[in-house]
């Protein structure tokens, strides 16, 4: 009998599916990671004729939920990065992994949010945000409890049923961003999301943004031109250079975790936005 107790004890204990709770805390803990590793990577376009180099020897780490954006000029290559570290662009050298796993095409750990509206128009804002869990094979029940999440978090609940030609550019951006957490991704990949944007809605995009990143717990690498914004967003800001695109540096962002309107104005914001604009200009 006391020995059936120690045996017992020293067992692991098991869910209903039979596996341990090691096991399962473990795929807990896997499921929130999104590191990415990007080493020595390089990207040459070449036809019979000519032959242009777009990126070399990029080494990058972006550690879990890390918001990292990158910056430089047109043409450097960052949308290429972006496309590789995606899986919809092959490198020519180098390695990107994602939590130790080789990126070799696209993948649902990666969402994908690009400048343009990549919404689908005959879908109402509930079925663009159900679209990916619907592919799937989620259930009913559980599209519209992800769905409803979503459109909370974006605070589109009275436009669920609308069509994106009814939404403004800002919302319409909303429901991209949230259609891409929707598969719950590991990272998520922002292509000058807000570019398109007028001033006013793009700094208020950029709150969303921050509020929706602290809620997912979602590892963000972000593209802009605007390095206020890539001030504003980021705990870090990589530049990049052109002919061909490399990182000349990377900056740790000094500022407060909470993004409040007023930190544009602390003395740390302005000298790194002055740093940086420098860094690029030259």
Not at 137 to 151: D, M, P, Q, V
Not at 215 to 233: C, G, Q, R, S
Not at 241 to 256: N, S
């Amino acid at each position: 009998m006391e020995a059936a107790k120690r045996t017992a004890e020293a067992a692991p204990l098991q869910d209903k599916a039979g596996r341990s709770v090691r096991a399962v805390e473990t795929d807990k803990a896997s499921a929130q990671r999104g590191e990415i590793a990007i080493s020595g990577l390089s990207k040459v376009y070449e036809t019979k004729k000519s032959r242009f180099e777009a990126l070399r020897g990029i080494d990058l780490n972006v550690r879990t939920n890390e918001f990292v954006t990158i910056v430089g000029p047109s043409g450097c290559g960052k949308s290429t990065l972006l496309r590789i570290v995606a899986g919809l662009d092959e490198l020519s050298e180098g390695l990107v992994t994602l939590d130790g796993e080789e990126v070799i095409g696209p993948g649902a750990e990666r969402g994908m949010v690009f400048q343009g509206y990549t919404l689908f128009p005959w879908l109402t804002v509930r079925e663009n945000i159900e679209y990916g869990p619907k592919l799937k094979g989620i259930s009913t029940l559980e599209r519209r409890a992800i769905s409803n999440h979503f459109l909370k978090v974006i605070k589109l609940e009275s436009f669920a049923n609308a069509y994106p030609k009814q939404l403004s550019g800002g919302m319409k951006q909303r429901v991209a961003i949230a259609r891409a957490l929707a598969n719950r991704p590991k990272v998520l990949l922002m292509d000058e999301p807000f570019g398109a944007l007028d001033a006013q809605t793009k700094l208020e995009m950029q709150e969303m943004l921050l509020e929706v990143w602290e809620k997912e717990k979602t590892t963000v690498l972000f593209i802009t031109h605007d390095i206020d914004e890539a001030v504003f967003l980021s705990q870090r800001v990589v530049v990049m250079g052109a002919g061909p695109g490399r990182i000349l540096k990377t900056f740790d962002v000094m500022l407060p975790a909470q993004r409040t309107p007023e930190v544009r104005e602390l003395p740390e914001f302005l000298a790194l936005k002055r740093e940086l604009g420098l860094l690029l200009k030259h």
